[in-house]
């Protein structure tokens, strides 16, 4: 590697768009700004959009549905760029630009007639570029939902065993045509792929000896929380989340220099832009696909320098170096000799300052270094995040809280039998002690059938039963269970749906057992411990206040999915609607259960009680022998 400008390549990358006609209109004028001005600038040899083009959702910002108009901006901003004059715009659907869409060629599938690319490559594809002696392919992975549903079991991407099979073909492609690096690119990481078949999109990237990264969105940096979410897969290639131009304005630089990939993520209008692509960042280097001898070998510092206006100086300083001068080669390339040998061991740092005519200016420190030293390590949240089975993990939350809703309840009817039965000794859960507090509440609440079994039967329920009936997708009735969406003929395989039901009964049903159990406690004590004794106005409210929060929250959520999949879902939901009417009908049996309904509770827990209800049932017997207190 010298100062020549041979066997260097870099393009960009822009993900979630979002453009949308009832929100934030500066998305649109400065999506346009950047295929203006940035694109012009930079003069990437190709852009990659991975998704997520346009909104897609109604004015209330709840419902979602394909908004011609929405295209219509996404296709005349390109035009009036003249986009394809200046260079290769490679894009590709995101979640959002499938809602509501039943096929790739329902009349609500906006990208084949408003994209650049949908026309001819309506799913998955690839381009190359060649270069003399070197192929450069872009393989572009579509995993939208087909049918696409409506927000938001749509979140969670799928390849079934024909987009499989149009993969491989694609990677059979490339192999032949003797391609030397392969960038792939889509909007779903591949944690949130379901692979219906074989061993999933990680493997199938990773079996491609030339794969050197895989580049997407889809996830906005979890809200932040994780702005630079970058992991190298056990498959052996990068994988590099690009933060969202909806509400954060970033775009990627990214660059292939001798085959070694260095990338930048820029935030929208921060100029200058500075890529430093030899020697390369020691946390991104990749084992058995880049060779350190390249740098070792190589006799100069190179790096790309982009700003509006003319660079006045770029300057490098290695360690406690000083400060060397660069110059410019050819278009953004700048280069300084350099002996590389004097930082063949240990970690380095190579510190940049860039200075353009009109005062901008620009400090990077990069850590490099020649024996594998990488110096830090990716993120333990961008590792779950990217490297997980989201899949997997919504599996996992959904049933370890259905257990949770259940095993308690269960176990303390168990163990009140046995102590029924004279099995086992009573614990001792009189006295302090939260946990002996309200694992009693829980342990009464079991032994009254009319309120055990529904709170029990219920979670089950929802592990297999449908959750709702109605519009999935405008004119198509659909059926929601935990494991799967059925609609138009078709399964989807269930995801997104468990995370779904976590949040039910995170939010509602594990919160209203405790509710319950507390209700049950109070009706006890009036009947039981201390009969006749009047509540006060403050008791009252500590009583009803969690319970009407709980079903006020439910009544939000359930108003929520009304707006999002329609009238007959709503009516026709178990899920959301039911369980308001469920929880409003145990609510009310947990203040009014008659006394007979605590009585194999009472033996247990209140044996003074119990000796008075056995004296009065045998009063009433005497009197009238017909009566039954079962």
């Not at 006799?299 to 100086?313: G, N, Y």
């Not at 000794?425 to 507090?437: A, M, S």
């Not at 519009?471 to 609609?487: L, P, Q, T």
Request: aromatic share 12%; glycine share 6%.
């Amino acid at each position: 590697m010298t100062d020549t400008p041979n066997h260097l390549l870099w393009f960009l990358q822009i993900s979630d768009i979002h453009i949308s006609i009832f929100r934030d209109p500066s998305r649109i004028t400065e999506f346009k700004e950047f295929c203006d001005q940035t694109v012009g600038v930079i003069q990437p040899s190709l852009v990659l959009a991975s998704g997520d083009l346009t909104d897609a959702k109604t004015s209330d910002n709840i419902g979602s549905k394909q908004v011609l108009e929405e295209w219509v901006h996404y296709r005349n901003t390109l035009r009036e760029c003249n986009i394809e004059e200046k260079t290769l715009w490679l894009d590709i659907r995101g979640n959002h630009d499938n809602f509501n869409v039943i096929n790739i060629d329902s009349k609500e599938n906006f990208f084949p007639n408003y994209s650049i690319q949908g026309k001819t490559h309506p799913r998955s594809y690839m381009y190359q570029i060649k270069r003399p002696d070197t192929i450069y392919s872009f393989i572009g992975i579509d995993a939208c939902l087909e049918p696409g549903p409506r927000r938001p079991f749509n979140f969670v991407g799928l390849i079934d065993k024909a987009e499989i099979d149009e993969i491989n073909k694609i990677t059979d492609i490339v192999r032949r045509s003797g391609s030397n690096y392969t960038i792939w690119f889509g909007h779903f990481p591949t944690s949130c792929i379901v692979a219906t078949e074989g061993k999933g999109v990680k493997s199938i990237i990773g079996e491609l000896d030339q794969s050197l990264v895989y580049v997407c969105g889809h996830l906005h940096t979890l809200g932040g929380v994780v702005p630079n979410m970058y992991t190298l897969q056990k498959s052996g290639f990068l994988e590099l989340e690009l933060g969202d131009w909806k509400n954060n304005r970033k775009y990627r630089l990214m660059a292939i220099d001798h085959g070694l990939l260095s990338f930048v993520d820029v935030t929208h209008r921060d100029w200058p832009v500075v890529l430093v692509t030899n020697p390369k960042h020691s946390l991104f280097h990749i084992p058995g696909k880049e060779n350190y001898d390249v740098i070792k070998n190589s006799t100069h510092v190179r790096l790309l320098v982009f700003s509006l206006s003319s660079i006045d100086k770029v300057e490098v300083a290695i360690d406690n170096e000083k400060w060397r001068k660069c110059h410019h080669v050819q278009g953004p390339l700048y280069v300084t000799k350099w002996n590389p040998r004097l930082f063949s061991t240990g970690l380095h740092y190579i510190h940049i300052f860039v200075k353009d005519a009109d005062g901008r200016q620009k400090f990077v420190k990069q850590p490099f270094s020649m024996d594998g030293t990488r110096g830090m390590s990716f993120g333990i949240l961008a590792k779950l995040a990217l490297m997980t089975d989201a899949s997997y993990v919504f599996k996992s939350m959904f049933g370890t809280t259905l257990v949770l809703s259940i095993l308690p309840l269960i176990l303390c009817r168990v163990l009140h039998d046995l102590v029924k039965a004279r099995k086992i000794d009573k614990p001792n859960l009189r006295g302090g002690g939260f946990f002996k507090h309200w694992l009693r509440k829980l342990w009464i609440l079991s032994t009254i059938d009319r309120i055990f079994w529904p709170m029990v039967l219920y979670p089950m329920y929802l592990s297999f039963g449908p959750w709702s009936i109605g519009h999935i997708i405008e004119d198509h009735i659909g059926i929601i269970f935990a494991w799967g969406i059925y609609i138009d003929g078709i399964l989807l395989p269930g995801s997104f749906t468990y995370a779904y039901g976590f949040l039910q009964l995170i939010t509602f049903q594990i919160p209203f057992t405790i509710i319950l159990a507390n209700g049950v406690n109070h009706r006890y004590k009036i009947l039981i411990l201390k009969p006749g004794k009047a509540s006060t106005i403050y008791k009252k409210i500590k009583l009803h206040l969690p319970f009407v929060i709980l079903m006020s929250l439910q009544i939000f959520m359930a108003y929520f999915f009304w707006l999002a999949y329609g009238t007959l879902a709503f009516i026709l939901g178990p899920l959301r609607t039911w369980s308001i009417i469920l929880a409003a009908i145990l609510w009310r049996q947990a203040l009014i259960y008659p006394d007979k309904c605590i009585r194999s509770a009472a033996d247990v827990w209140d044996i003074k009680r119990t000796t008075s209800l056995a004296s009065a049932d045998l009063i009433l017997k005497e009197k009238d022998p017909n009566i039954n207190n079962n």
